[in-house]
């Protein structure tokens, strides 16, 4: 009983420890690994999240560069959308020069403009279809598919619906041909000076246009105010830059020598062109061949272009809104479109340009920071860059599988120490277990030792108190007494050898 006894105080005491050891690794586990998922989806969602952030940075330094774009085609005036147009503030005189996007759009966000009336016609200020050498020759075939593209595929979305003419269409009268003088140098505009408001010839003068000044502009309603002079110019620009094309034609086959319209000697003849000009109708080259807005040759024949007959002499006004943005189908996908409505006396026109999808994306590509940039119709809150487009921004797949692998390295590491550490104290309690058995051990040797020693120690402590009653009592044979004394002598030796054994 006594070993058993002990052998199970070894046993429960193993018991305790195992369940000790246990309870402390499994809520060391529990906790630990709860904080190692949590490390794992902060490393994880780390490149997601980064995403995200630079998203939305990205997505407010496109919407800055789209809101600057707005603003500078807000202050284009409306008939710079057709390709020659008549800039009152640069000229006084009649005169039509190219538009500055004739040849093509000046920002590399746009990909083309358009104009479309209330009969779903569509026309770009780079195609000039009655007078082709004014297109943009370099890029007529994208225009042209741009074109065709605008009007296959959302011009009937866009078309301006009808409205009732109140101010009839100026008139202009056959323009006549004269020389000019060969020091008289022709004066006219460039396409940049239309385009900055800036004249390189005669000022305004008593053409002047009412139009709020181009630079104090924002993307709000606008209401310009033309006299009608000028707005017969920009509604006729073809037929003014037509009639001075055939005219001069004319003019240069016939030579100088008995021709209509100029007298022998180069000058002018008024009296030869019936309906000239009045006096005090100011003068405007324009050249039929090479570029419309430039002149190389001071002694090039002048159109001069008679003022129109309006039909009224109150300033005509015209209502421009602001540019919106739409979604509208594409040929390579939905397509951001910026538009406004333009009303004029003729008729009603939508007036916008297309945001190139590849320059964005381009765009994009030097600013994503090695991330992943797209572009696509929805809505997100600090992503959004206009209604129903939105910037994705994807982790670049390196930076995720590195992610992925820091996540995995975490998982180990905290196993690998786990399994260290519980080796470690299993070990210790298996060590505690043996130590505490070899107590166990060494108390039962003890107990079996002390034992052994109380059975010799009293064996001959019984014959030496036998022998010693005997003699001090006078007991036994008096003829043994020397044998007792022997025996007690024995008795003692072999008591002094138990000492000496239990010292040892």
């Known amino acids: ?37 949590a490390r794992q989806a902060t490393t994880e969602t780390a490149p997601i999240a980064a995403a995200s952030a630079r998203a939305g940075e ?14 500078r085609e807000a202050k284009r005036p409306y008939f710079q959308y057709q390709n020659l147009f008549h800039d009152p503030r640069a000229s006084a005189g009649w005169s039509v020069t190219p538009s500055p996007l004739a040849s093509g759009p000046d920002d590399p966000l746009v990909l083309g403009y358009f104009q ?12 000039n279809d009655e007078f082709p050498q004014l297109s943009d020759l370099k890029h007529l075939v994208e225009q042209r598919a741009f074109r ?17 003419k109140d101010v009839q269409l100026a008139q202009l009268d056959p323009p006549v041909v004269h020389h000019p003088h060969p020091t008289a140098k022709p004066r006219g505009i460039t396409a940049e000076a239309a385009h900055d408001g800036t004249s390189t010839g005669s000022s305004a003068g008593s053409n002047a246009t009412t139009i709020a000044s181009a630079r104090n502009l924002t993307n709000t309603a606008q209401t310009v105010q033309l006299d009608p002079g000028t707005y017969a110019q920009n509604s006729n620009a073809n037929a003014v830059y037509g009639a001075g094309t055939r005219t001069i034609g004319e003019l240069v086959g016939t030579g100088t020598s008995g021709g209509s319209g100029a007298n022998a000697n180069g000058g002018p003849d008024s ?37 129109p007959r309006p039909a009224t002499s109150s300033p005509i006004t015209i209502s421009i ?18 538009v406004r409505q333009v009303a004029t006396p003729d008729g009603n026109l939508a007036q916008g340009f297309v945001v190139d999808r590849a320059a964005l994306t381009q765009w994009l590509a030097t600013h994503d920071d090695d991330l992943v940039a797209e572009l696509r119709t929805g809505s997100g809150a600090d992503s959004e860059l206009a209604p129903g487009w939105e ?20 998982a180990t590491g905290f196993i690998v120490r786990f399994l260290v550490i519980g080796a470690v104290a299993l070990v210790a309690a298996l060590l505690l277990v043996w130590l505490v058995a070899r107590t166990e051990r060494y108390a039962r040797e003890r107990s079996q030792f002390a034992a052994a020693a109380a059975h010799e120690l009293r064996t001959p ?7 010693g009653d005997m003699l001090a009592d006078g007991l036994g044979d008096p003829n043994k007494l020397r044998d007792y004394a022997r025996r007690m002598s024995e008795e003692a030796s072999r008591l002094g050898r138990v000492v000496s054994n239990v010292l040892g």
Do not use: C
């Open 1 to 37: 009983m006594p070993g058993g006894s002990r052998a199970s105080r070894v046993v429960i005491a193993a018991a305790i420890l195992a369940v000790l050891l246990a309870a402390l690794l499994g809520a060391w586990f529990l906790t630990g690994w709860s904080d190692v998922r």
């Open 58 to 71: 990205l997505a407010r330094q496109l919407r800055g560069e789209l809101d600057r774009l707005v603003e």
């Open 116 to 127: 479309i009336d209330s009969d779903e016609h569509v026309t770009t200020p780079a195609i």
């Open 148 to 164: 065709d593209q605008v009007a296959q595929l959302f011009a009937h979305q866009l078309a301006p619906e009808r409205a009732p």
């Open 271 to 307: 009296e030869s062109a019936p309906g000239g000009p009045p006096t005090g109708t100011p003068t405007v080259a324009a050249t039929p061949t090479g570029s419309p807005s430039t002149y190389h040759d001071p002694v090039q024949p002048v159109v001069h272009v008679p003022a």
């Open 321 to 338: 809104s602001p540019l919106e943005w739409k979604t509208l189908p594409f040929t390579a996908g939905p397509a951001l479109v910026a």
């Open 391 to 410: 910037l994705v921004v994807h982790p670049n797949p390196r930076t995720v599988a590195a992610a992925a692998h820091d996540a995995a390295t975490i």
């Open 461 to 467: 402590l019984a014959g030496l108190q036998l022998y």
